[in-house]
T-cell receptor, first 113, second 111 residues
Framework: EAGVAQSPRYKIIEKRQSVAFWCNPISGHATLYWYQQILGQGPKLLIQFQNNGVVDDSQLPKDRFSAERLKGVDSTLKIQPAKLEDSAVYLC???????????FGPGTRLTVT | TQLLEQSPQFLSIQEGENLTVYCNSSSVFSSLQWYRQEPGEGPVLLVTVVTGGEVKKLKRLTFQFGDARKDSSLHITAAQPGDTGLYLCAGGTGGGNKLTFGTGTQLKVEL
């Protein structure tokens, strides 16, 4: 069974530029999550989708971050414009409905200079 | 806001030593998960515990969920260099699949 796929793996941009990350969850997983992880810390949930609907986006900085999952499968997370403090690893995870066990992709390491 | 504090934050030990990582909260969780994350990779689920007082063993790793379901511990016996990584606990609230992740424990096992 294929795992969660993410791309790109690494991205370096200058502040005020925009960037987009892509995630394809495990087949059949209706729930998809985007997390932000600062080096050495635990992941912080940015947004949770169930199918193509948003379940929780309370910690998403909506003035600069946006995410969509239009067809209920893959998802895109965008940052526009980026700030220095956005430098982090962006993790995508998926799970079956009614289960708390999440499966993570390898992440995208973003560096904002 | 639910918080999960892990201790210690950093741990550097020699191969063959034993260690315990703690995960504490003032909140009750319906389940507690432990993940291990290696550099450049996403967290990988090690175990899920759901019953207060539950103990699960995975080879040299022993996981325990506190009786009140507010805390958990991970004990590693005879640590090996392959155990090196960031250990994360995560608490589930039983509704909406949402997890709250702990602050993380960075473990380094040296030869």
């Amino acid at each position: 069974e294929a795992g969660v796929a993410q791309s790109p793996r690494y991205k370096i941009i200058e502040k005020r530029q925009s960037v987009a990350f892509w995630c394809n969850p495990i087949s059949g997983h209706a729930t998809l999550y985007w997390y932000q992880q600062i080096l050495g810390q635990g992941p912080k949930l940015l947004i949770q989708f169930q199918n193509n609907g948003v379940v929780d986006d309370s910690q998403l900085p909506k003035d600069r971050f946006s995410a969509e999952r239009l067809k209920g499968v893959d998802s895109t997370l965008k940052i526009q414009p980026a700030k220095l403090e956005d430098s982090a690893v962006y993790l995508c995870a998926s799970s079956l409905v009614l289960t708390e066990e999440q499966y993570f992709g390898p992440g995208t390491r973003l560096t904002v200079t | 806001t639910q918080l999960l504090e892990q201790s210690p934050q950093f741990l550097s030990i020699q191969e063959g030593e034993n260690l315990t990582v703690y995960c504490n909260s003032s909140s009750v969780f319906s389940s507690l998960q432990w993940y291990r994350q290696e550099p450049g990779e996403g967290p990988v689920l090690l175990v899920t515990v759901v019953t207060g007082g539950e103990v699960k063993k995975l080879k040299r790793l022993t996981f325990q969920f506190g009786d009140a379901r507010k805390d958990s511990s991970l004990h590693i016996t005879a640590a090996q260099p392959g155990d090196t990584g960031l250990y994360l606990c995560a608490g589930g609230t039983g509704g909406g699949n949402k997890l709250t992740f702990g602050t993380g424990t960075q473990l380094k096992v040296e030869l």
